[in-house]
């Protein structure tokens, strides 16, 4: 019996996945994801109902090749199919662009080898000769779309990035190896992924191995957040073997998906979105920096500027070599014509001049001047800029796994109101440079803490300058103590009404000050330092303060019940024979 998948359903009708899903959830099949397959006669069932539904399945229901239709340029007759199908769920306008993939993983697991498989057999354009140009980006293309790739040098390279506020990338591609799994590194890129907060591919690569174990290396994601599909989660995975070129269409194939669903758009006519990936000196050309575009156009003959380096673009070329006019949203190419060395994930910005373009350059240099020094951010900083509840991310680095581990698990049972802590990364060692690089890209408050490790100095210095607090001890209990104070502290003082006697209104007296209540204290007594509420009828009717307390003609401090007195009440002039004056005070309590 053969299997079909969603999406694959979906580029037959000519529609996209999401309106299919959509479609299939209101014929009454919910909870069916675009990877999900279906057997022959549920996929007749879908054909039969979609039929009837939308009419704008093809007479034959046998597989096509062709590329998927956008949903924007699907055929007329599908002005039938209900509102509710048709309509987009992003939020962004423009076209679809190609995404704009990273790949990542531990150093031996065959990032670079599969980079080079997609490279040789997908390249969206070749050179006369056959012979590419090593670039950081290129392109493939699979059923006529493209796919950008970005060869990052690392997880902590692709965190850099976004530090300095290139956010480049759209889909994560996370390489393990079926003969090896998850590692130390693997660990580590997944977390950088995870803070930055896209979706996930996971490549299992070198099926190829006779020790290939694929099983192994599921529980081991699972194990790490990351449930694959198989298993009921949500996480997609892809055997795959980089030195024989297995399953790499299929890979291509769940990258155009994830894409389709994040619903990725742009407009060549937005202001252009763009950053540096790349630079170095050419001899002959000069710097050469290379860039991925997500909206917006760079033009040749553009005035550019990245960061403290401008200039005007002499020359575009692509991930080949050849030369291009434009650089499109999705597109990787080379800039020729800045001034120096754009530092990596600088955001370029055109300007209309070169008297802009210097002005702006020297403007971002000027604020790269060295400030007063900073002092260390305290946790009383962090809560001093809470509006409600603190949502901290926490970097957590222990020197062994047991006390790693043992620090996990009390700060997960952490219970302080007020706070909600997250652990973004854990491990073993000193609390490093890149470990504040990443906590400087999240978008919640975070802090670094270290038990029984130290910080290296650069860290420490990064960390002052970023507003990185960077905590360490030596007992994991010492933490809780210090969020509980400082929360304490920020919150302010929690009050506890006490109440003190009760007075019954007998007489009324007018007074140039306001009425003043001839009242016998029938329980307790009556405070001049406390507040009052009139009770009228079982009805609160006023809450405020005592303005003046009498006894005959004299004013007085406090009167004991079984005795008559005066009370005139701040800011109230209503009050009657027969209301209840309740007198109370409010107790500062421990939170």
């Not at 990877?35 to 009419?55: C, K, M, P, Q």
């Not at 006529?144 to 390279?157: E, L, R, S």
């Amino acid at each position: 019996m053969s299997k079909k998948r969603i999406y694959e359903i979906a580029r037959e009708v000519g529609i996209s996945s999401k309106e299919l899903l959509a479609k299939l959830e209101e014929m009454g099949m919910p909870g069916l994801k675009a990877t999900n397959s279906v057997d022959d006669e549920e996929y007749a069932l879908i054909v039969h109902l979609f039929e009837e539904g939308a009419g704008a399945i093809a007479e034959s229901s046998t597989p096509k090749t062709e590329s998927p239709v956008k949903s924007d340029e699907a055929p007329a007759e599908r002005a039938t199919t209900p509102k509710a199908a048709r309509k987009k769920t992003g939020t962004s306008s423009g076209d679809v662009r190609p995404p704009i993939v990273s790949v990542l993983g531990h150093i031996d697991h065959g990032k670079t080898t599969l980079l080079d498989a997609i490279r040789e057999s997908h390249l969206a354009s070749k050179e006369a000769g056959g012979i590419t140009q090593g670039i950081a980006a290129y392109q493939a293309e699979l059923h006529g779309q493209k796919i950008t790739f970005i060869d990052t040098p690392g997880h902590k390279a692709f965190t850099g990035m976004r530090a300095r506020g290139a956010q480049v990338t759209d889909i994560a591609i996370l390489v393990v190896a079926a003969d090896d799994g998850v590692m130390a590194q693997t660990v580590e890129a997944i977390d950088h992924i995870k803070a930055a907060e896209v979706p996930i591919i996971v490549a299992i690569n070198k099926i190829d191995k006779a020790n290939a174990d694929v099983s192994k290396v599921i529980n081991d994601l699972a194990q790490h957040g990351l449930l694959p599909e198989a298993w009921g989660g949500d996480t997609i995975t892809v055997e795959v073997s980089a030195l024989e070129g297995t399953n790499i269409d299929e890979l291509l194939e769940m990258i155009l998906l994830v894409a389709e669903m994040s619903d990725l758009k742009a407009d060549p006519k937005n202001p252009l979105e763009a950053a540096i990936i790349e630079s170095h000196l050419v001899t002959g050309q000069g710097p050469v920096a290379t860039i991925v575009v997500r909206d917006g156009t760079l033009h040749v003959k553009d005035w550019a500027v990245a960061g403290a380096v401008q200039g005007r673009v002499k020359a575009l070329l692509d991930g080949v070599g050849n030369r291009v006019e434009q650089a499109l949203p999705g597109d990787a190419v080379s800039v020729l014509g800045f001034s120096d060395l754009p530092e990596v994930g600088t955001r370029i910005e055109v300007v209309k001049s070169q008297a802009q373009a210097k002005k702006l350059a020297q403007q971002y240099q000027q604020d790269q001047l060295p400030q007063a020094a900073p002092r260390a951010v305290t946790l009383d900083d962090l809560f001093a800029q809470r509006k409600e509840t603190a949502k901290l991310k926490v970097i957590l680095k222990a020197a062994s796994t047991g006390a790693l581990e043992a620090a996990r698990r009390e700060i997960a049972s952490l219970n302080v109101d007020g706070v909600e802590l997250d652990i973004l990364i854990s491990g073993v060692g000193g609390i490093s440079e890149s470990d504040i690089v990443l906590a400087s890209t999240v978008n919640e408050e975070c802090l670094a803490v270290g038990f029984g490790v130290g910080v290296d100095p650069k860290a420490l210095k990064l960390a002052e300058r970023e507003g990185i607090p960077v905590l360490m001890y030596d007992i994991i209990y010492h933490l809780v103590d210090e969020i509980e104070s400082a929360l304490k502290r920020q919150l302010g003082p929690v009050f506890e009404e006490k109440a003190l006697g009760v007075a019954e209104v007998r007489n009324l007296f007018k007074a140039p000050a306001g009425s003043i209540a001839g009242c016998y204290v029938v329980d307790g007594r009556i405070e001049r330092r406390g507040q009052v509420r009139v009770i009228r009828n079982n009805t609160e009717m006023f809450t405020g303060e005592i303005a003046s307390l009498r006894r005959f003609e004299d004013d007085v401090r406090e009167v004991q019940s079984g005795r008559e007195c005066g009370i005139r009440i701040r800011d109230f002039n209503d009050v009657q024979i027969g209301d209840r004056l309740q007198v109370f005070v409010l107790e500062e309590v421990e939170r």
